[in-house]
Structures are given as C-alpha cells and as structure tokens.
C-alpha cells in the first residue's frame, strides 16, 4: 500500500498545472534544472575577481526516544559547506564544495569540476562530480529544504551526497515551455563495503565513503550514471536516473579471482506546485546487487524506498524586524525497505523496514535562512518481522546560506 501510494503521488503530481515556485519561498526560475543546483546558490563576488564564494551551514536540537525509552535532548552541528566557483575563461569555469560534518568529524570533497561549456547541449565536465542519482543527491543544501532530517531513502538507499572522480557530458535544451536536461557520468565506483560493514546488510550509503576512490576504480571498471529530466513551465520537473557498475575486486594482477558483481540504481523524481503556494516533491528509488551465495538473508539483494513532501506556505509578510517573512506547514511521508525479499525456508516476508512521517512548521525571516520545528514518527521494523519499534523526535534547527 506504502509503495503504491509513494509512487501514484509522484506521477499524478507531473499533471498539475499550476505556478512553479521554488522551496526558498519566492517565485522560481522556470528554466532552472535540478541538474544545475550546484550553481543555482548565492554567491558572493568582486567587482574585479572572477572569484565567487558562498556556503551554508545547519544545526540543531534533538529529543528522541524509541519505545518509551529516552535518548535524551542533544545539540548537533551538523554540516558548514564552503563553495567556491571561478569563471576561468567565457568557456571555461570551475567550482568546488568542500564540506564538513559533525564539527570536523569528517571532511570531505563532495565537488570539484571544471566545466568546459561547448555547446548548450554537449558539454564536458571533468573532476570530483555529485552523481545524478535522484533529485536529492543533485539539491540537498539545508537552506533548500524545510525538514531538519534528510529523506531515509535518500541517506540510507543511495548514500545522499554520494560524488566520485569521474568525466561526462551534460546539456540542455528548450522547446517552447519544456526545458530538457541530461547528465551522463563515468565513475569510479563502490566495493565491498555495500556488503562488508559494521550495519550487516547491504547498504550502499556504508560503500561511498572508501576512502580510496579518488585514487582508483576498485573493482578497475568505471561506474555509469546517467540522468533525463524534463521541465514544463508552470507545472514541474520530472527526472529518471540509473547508475550501475561492478563493485567488487574480480581480478587481481589480471587472474580472475571472482565473477563480476554488479549493482544497479534506477530513482524518479518530480516537484510540482499544487497552488502558487503549495509544493510537493517525491522521490523513489529502487537498489539491485548481486550478493555472493555465501552471504545470509539478511544482506538483500533487493531494497526500495521513498519519500513525498508538502509544504504549504500560509503566510508572506513582515514578522518583526523582517519584512519579507514566510511561514509554512510540512509534511513528511516516507518507506523504506532495505531487504526486499522472502525468506527461502519459510516464504515469510523479510523485514528491515521503517515507515516515518514529520510534520512541522518552517519559518524564513528572508529567503536564504529557515528556522525549522519538526516532530518526527517513525515505525521500525526489524529483519524477522518481530513487533516494531516505535521512535519518536523532536527536532528544532536553522540553515542558512551566507
């Protein structure tokens, strides 16, 4: 019911003829693509520089608790992201993200391209790239979105942020009130950790953060990702995404020492504007891997999951000392199942499930700053399918672009 739910939502949603508006609460630029996110951000530059920086950062509260059981009331300072972009020549231009999460827990390149704009629909990128798989991985700053928590499907199915070092070619076109964008990718790739971690399940957010990926293809064969979408002025945009490689080391000092094992990604996203003041967005994505027969059940070899928001602004004006406030109500649902499957001995079905839902309220003293308050329900089932466990949250946090 979940699945058909998730994914009526997102196709009937593409028929919706209404004003297009963007999630910072102004009228958006109809011809701008997911696709082009990573430029599609404030920016400060110089007069006399061809240099631009930006960035953003999130923090904030939590009080959870699973099945009566409290984990307490926390302080996160969850990311501070750095870009910079440099228009190196008319047909050349450069940009980076450099991001830190939890303090200095991590630090990571999640890009740095250069771009050599040929023609609008051929155009060559080459460096450390976000790969085009669904909506979220392309659009995922903080200030963009008026939830505290990513998606799950987002995180916990395709590894959200997931870039490599790779080349590929993008473009777009426009006919009449469609625009048309694409993005195809050669990688490098995952490795065994999708099936070889501390979570013991297959899990493709534990394969993306091999440290030696921007060194060298593990499996010594480039990862394909590749990405369509259309946009129709005054409705929405609509992406189909599909990435696949072999994640495993098969030979060794050329002598084959295992079949090549193969993963597989296929995501489709929409947004559309319900009324000039209403928005959705949904995404579901659906994850193949060929697991070793040696391997138990519970590593599946089949996941899916999604999610469909709403956010409706109920009020554009001042609010104290600011002029140009909003004010919105969201909601949240989303599903995902991490081991599609039955279990060979019985036919039970395989558990390893959570259904969620947030609601909250998200205010903007201006456009590039929200301030958030959540409560999020979530509903977890373990691999055998024992009674869920019920977690519950209370979330309050800022983003904003500087």
């Given at each position: ?11 009937l949603?593409?028929?919706l ?8 609460g ?11 996110a990573?430029?599609d ?14 960035g953003?950062?999130e923090a904030?509260?939590l009080?959870a ?23 190196i020549s008319?047909?050349i231009?450069?940009?980076?993200e450099?991001e830190?999460e ?5 630090i990571?390149?999640e890009y740095?391209?250069?771009?050599l704009?040929l023609?609008?629909l ?10 085009p798989?669904?909506?979220f991985n392309?659009k995922?700053d ?5 939830f505290v928590?990513r998606?799950?499907e987002a995180?916990e ?6 870039s490599?070092?790779g080349v ?7 006919a009449?009130?469609l625009?048309?964008g ?6 490098n790739g995952?490795?065994?950790?999708v099936?070889d971690?501390d979570?013991?399940?297959?899990s ?7 440290v ?12 394909f990702?590749g990405?369509v979408?259309a946009?129709?002025r ?9 990435m696949?490689?072999?994640y495993?080391e ?5 002598v084959e ?6 993963l ?16 959705l ?7 193949s ?5 040696t391997?138990s059940?519970?590593?599946?070899s089949?996941?899916?999951?999604g999610?469909?928001d709403v ?24 599903y995902v199942?991490l081991?599609?499957?039955t ?11 959570v ?17 958030k308050a959540?409560?999020?329900y979530?509903i ?9 466990a019920?977690?519950?949250a ?6 904003a672009?500087?």
């Open positions: 019911m979940i699945r058909s739910l998730l994914i009526t939502l997102c196709v949603s593409s028929s003829l209404l004003a297009q508006t963007d999630s910072l102004q009228q958006a630029d109809d011809s701008t693509m997911n696709f082009e990573n430029y951000r404030p920016f400060l530059s110089g007069a006399s520089s061809s240099l631009a920086l930006g953003y950062m904030n509260t009080y608790g699973t099945d009566g059981i409290e984990e307490g009331f926390s302080f996160q300072f969850r990311r501070l992201t750095l870009f910079a972009s440099s228009t008319p047909n231009r450069f940009l980076t450099i830190f939890d303090g200095t827990k991590e990571n390149i740095a391209a250069v771009d704009m023609h609008p051929a155009n060559v990128r080459g460096g450390i790239v976000v790969n798989i669904g909506a392309q995922h903080g200030p963009q979105w008026d928590d998606p799950i995180v199915l395709l590894g959200a942020t997931l490599n070092v590929g070619l993008y473009g777009k076109a426009f009449s009130d625009s048309f694409y993005e195809v990718y050669l990688t995952f490795d065994e950790a099936i971690n979570l013991n399940r297959t493709l957010a534990a394969g993306k953060v091999n030696e990926k921007f060194e060298e293809s593990h499996s010594g064969l480039p990862m990702t990405k979408a946009k129709l005054n409705v929405g945009e609509l992406g189909i995404s599909y696949t490689g072999v495993n098969w030979q060794i000092d050329g020492v295992d079949e090549k094992r193969s597989n990604v296929l995501a489709v996203d929409l947004n559309a504007s319900i009324t000039s003041s209403t928005e967005r949904g995404e579901v994505a659906f994850v891997l060929d697991v070793p027969s391997y059940q519970q590593f599946g089949k996941q899916w999951g999610y469909v956010v409706q602004r109920f009020y554009e004006g001042p609010v104290l000392v600011f002029d140009n406030a909003t004010l919105a109500l969201a909601l949240r649902g989303e199942d081991n599609d499957g279990f060979n001995e019985t036919g039970d079905a395989i558990g390893d499930e259904t969620s839902f947030t609601g909250g309220i998200a205010f903007r003293p201006s456009a590039p700053v929200v301030i959540n409560y999020k979530s977890i089932t373990d691999l055998l399918g024992n009674p869920p019920y977690a519950s209370l979330l309050f946090g800022i983003a672009y500087f």
